[in-house]
């Protein structure tokens, strides 16, 4: 099962290779991991997505919690979440396919944002479902490249989706 | 336990400009170190400086290794925090497995290295190492200071963090230009730790589901490691096993948390602990793990460990609980706190059924050895040890057979009383774990009993004991195998024994060489008189007991069983 773990760090050298080693020592298999800046200066969240049976994954929190500079970490599981993947992809698109793939994009809510004699790089960002699925109606015209920035994630405060 | 924020008042001034050498001389003294280990080199030439008349007794060792050990052993026998030194590159990789020793057994250790210039690191200047990134995944924490102003907060809070919690080894890595760099310390020093958070006092509710829980069991075993000794928890953990009536088993690690000479006392539990405890841990309803983390050499097979048991497990760690065993009743935090509450809530039950057939497993099956061998046995030599310093000397130990022997026929008494390696398993611990116990303790007599490979990987740390004049005793069970390897290739690979002997010197006349004594015992008949001489020494001794080649450990849980599946039991019965 998918977890989605988020951690708050501070920034500080060297905390993003305790957490990757830490991983990499318990032979925890890490699904994506994103780091940013948070609010605060002094702290940054790490986002990751961990696959394991509970067990594991309780491990992985816990162990997560005990590197000295996590100052908390918290499990998203059961709770609801608006996690999102941003995606930059760019497929080859002649010209003749270009309407096809316009439309496309509308459907996805997707965004041009870079057009090439050959090819067109779009932007794309959603759940990571959204994010395959998009992939995947790409895939026909020929993928060139992609890079997507793994999940990030927020518990929800309403119970619905707006 | 030091409190975060409590900065004693800087007896040099408030505002003197110092150098980041004076300050983490300062520092340490303000930490209450008085004995320190460590080797010299390039870029602490700073730092050594300032120690040159600082009050702090030194030991130099003569390889990192050593140095590590011996300030890991020196924090086990006393309590305290130990402290080592080395420099850049070379002398940092010499302390990595004397850290992931530490770091394994949860020693409070503060290492400090000295680092090249700010302005070199990552060129591959000389003698640089990224010691930080080598000693990440040894270390509870480590860091490197690379501002001046942030040194003097950065040593506290490596104390602090070595000391609390689960303790372990802290690494500060410091640049030799941050070390010569002046700066005024003003004002306390703070702590500024918001990810380190430790709960001590145990949940209310888990404790009393625990006590009841004791107190419906009919079969329970205490289950000790060595979380108890490291909590100063023994006494409390007594006054449990009396209140409630309980059995207890210790580790490797827990043993001297409770006295091996009372009845209740089942020793040692695991792949060479005695068949009584395994058969305890299998047959009990009750498990309740104290300091102790399911170690594999423990729990033999994990799917049927105490397989009829609710288990419940009191630990600092959190992350312990339920790692390898899954755990009915957890209980987050300090022993000596939750074993009291536990007494408290838990009343006096005789389960005199439970006791009987305990009883008669120890009647059954107790450690033995052929007594009318005409060769030296080694359970021989350490009975008359024990026997002669009447249960009370410090013991350290090598790794392999001679480690396992020490534990099973030296009966401990006391907390702290056995040194030995137990996670990383290292050999070359004995001699300078000695070494370091001895400092600790000046008036104990403290005794390593070593295996000849094991002592041939630190030997050189004799001169170390010989130039400091202390009266240590090292034991060499030598069957002249590395036994523990050669025991397993006889029962497992056909008695091919492959590379696990080497050729010996006579350590009588290398200890001599080194300015130690050396003697050679070599008839049974003479292993007492042998004992006798090497306790009355003065000198530190280095006895070599010419054991039989061929013994092995019994009895003995093989690889993959449960831990009432024991080898050896009907030798060990056929000795009766
Ligand atoms: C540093 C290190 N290298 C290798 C091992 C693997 N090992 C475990 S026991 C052992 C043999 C120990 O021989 P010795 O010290 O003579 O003890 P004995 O078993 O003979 O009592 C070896 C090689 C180890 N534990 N530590
Ligand atoms: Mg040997």
Redesign the interface.
């Known amino acids: 099962m998918k977890h989605i773990i988020s951690a708050l760090?501070?920034n500080?050298?060297?905390v993003l290779?305790?957490v990757a080693?830490?991983f990499a020592?318990r032979a925890f298999n890490i699904d994506s991991l994103v780091v940013g800046r948070t609010e605060e200066p002094q702290l940054s969240r790490m986002t990751i997505v961990v696959i394991g049976d509970d067990?594991v994954v309780?491990?992985v929190r816990?162990?997560l919690?005990?590197?000295?500079?996590?100052?908390?970490v918290q499990d998203f599981v059961g709770q609801p979440v608006v996690a999102r993947d941003l995606m930059l992809i760019s497929i080859s698109a002649p010209p003749e396919k270009r309407a096809e793939i316009f439309s496309l994009i509308e459907i996805f809510r997707g965004k041009v944002v870079d057009i090439g004699p050959k090819t067109l790089m779009l932007e794309i960002s959603g759940p990571e479902s959204k994010i395959e699925a998009f992939i995947n109606v790409c895939r026909p015209y020929g993928i060139k490249s992609l890079a997507r920035t793994g999940t990030i994630a927020m518990p929800r405060q309403a119970r619905v989706e707006p | 336990m030091k409190s975060p924020s409590a900065a004693p008042a800087d007896s040099a001034g408030q505002s003197a400009v110092k150098t980041g050498a004076q300050i983490i001389v300062d520092e340490l003294i303000a930490q209450g170190v008085d004995t320190m280990f460590g080797y010299t080199g390039g870029v602490v030439l700073p730092l050594f400086d300032r120690l040159y008349d600082a009050p702090i007794n030194f030991i130099v060792p003569r390889h990192e290794q050593g140095g590590c050990h011996m300030a890991d052993a020196y924090a086990r026998a006393s309590g305290k925090v130990g402290v080592v030194v080395a420099t850049s590159g070379p002398g940092a990789c010499n302390l990595v497995t004397g850290l992931a020793n530490a770091m394994m057994d949860s020693v409070p250790l503060v290492a400090l290295t000295g680092q090249v210039r700010t302005e070199l690191i990552g060129n591959d200047a000389f003698q640089e190492a990224d010691t930080t990134g080598i000693t990440r995944p040894v270390t509870k924490y480590n860091c490197i200071v690379k501002d001046v102003r942030d040194l003097a907060r950065t040593i506290r809070e490596a104390f602090y963090i070595a000391s609390t919690g689960r303790p372990g080894p802290v690494l500060i890595d410091v640049p030799v230009d941050v070390a010569v760099t002046g700066h005024t310390v003003e004002g306390p020093v703070k702590m500024s730790l918001p990810g380190y958070r430790i709960r001590t006092k145990g949940h209310a509710r888990q404790i009393s589901t625990a006590a009841r829980a004791i107190n419906k069991s009919d079969r329970p075993v205490l289950y000790v490691g060595g979380g108890v000794i490291a909590a100063n928890a023994s006494e409390e953990l007594r006054a449990l096993a009396e209140t409630a009536h309980l059995p207890v088993t210790m580790t490797l690690l827990g043993l001297g948390s409770y006295d091996q000479t009372r009845a209740e006392s089942l020793d040692m539990l695991g792949m060479h602990g005695s068949a009584y405890a395994n058969y305890a841990v299998q047959e009990c309803d009750l498990l309740i793990a104290v300091g102790a983390r399911f170690d594999d050499r423990v729990t033999g097979k994990v799917t049927t460990f105490a397989p009829n048991a609710r288990i419940v497990h009191i630990d600092i760690d959190p992350a312990s609980i339920s790692k390898n065993v899954g755990v009915d009743i957890p209980v987050v935090g300090d022993a000596k706190i939750i074993l009291t509450e536990l007494a408290k809530q838990t009343e006096y039950r005789q389960r005199k059924e439970w006791f009987d057939k305990i009883a008669e497993w120890k009647e059954k099956f107790p450690f033995r050895y052929e007594q009318k061998s005409p060769g030296i046995k080694p359970q021989y030599v350490i009975s008359e040890i024990w026997r002669q310093t009447a249960g009370d000397a410090i013991i350290t130990t090598g790794v392999g057979q001679n480690q396992m022997w020490a534990a099973q026929f030296y009966k401990f008494n006391r907390p702290r009383q056995l040194i030995s390696s137990g996670g990383l398993g290292t050999m070359g611990f004995g001699l300078p774990a000695a070494i370091g116990a001895q400092i600790a303790r000046p008036d104990e007599m403290v005794i390593d009993i070593d295996g000849d490979h094991s002592f041939n990987m630190t030997m050189t740390e004799l001169a170390t004991a010989v130039e400091h004049k202390l009266p240590i005793k090292v034991c060499i069970l030598n069957n002249g195998y590395m036994g523990m390897v050669r025991q397993w290739q006889e029962l497992f690979y056909g008695k091919r024994y492959s590379k696990s002997y080497l050729k010996n010197p006579d350590y009588a006349v290398l200890a001599r060489a080194l300015g130690a004594v050396g003697l050679t015992v070599d008839k049974k008949e003479d292993v007492s008189k042998g004992v006798e001489k090497m306790l009355a020494e003065k000198k530190p001794c280095v006895v070599d007991f010419r054991i039989d080649r061929e013994e092995n450990v019994w009895p003995m849980v093989p690889a993959g069983k449960s831990i009432s599946e024991m080898d050896g039991l009907d030798i060990l019965e056929s000795m009766g």
């Open positions: 760090v501070e500080k050298p060297g290779a305790h080693g830490m020592a067990r309780e491990q816990k162990q919690a005990r590197i000295v500079p996590v100052v908390k």
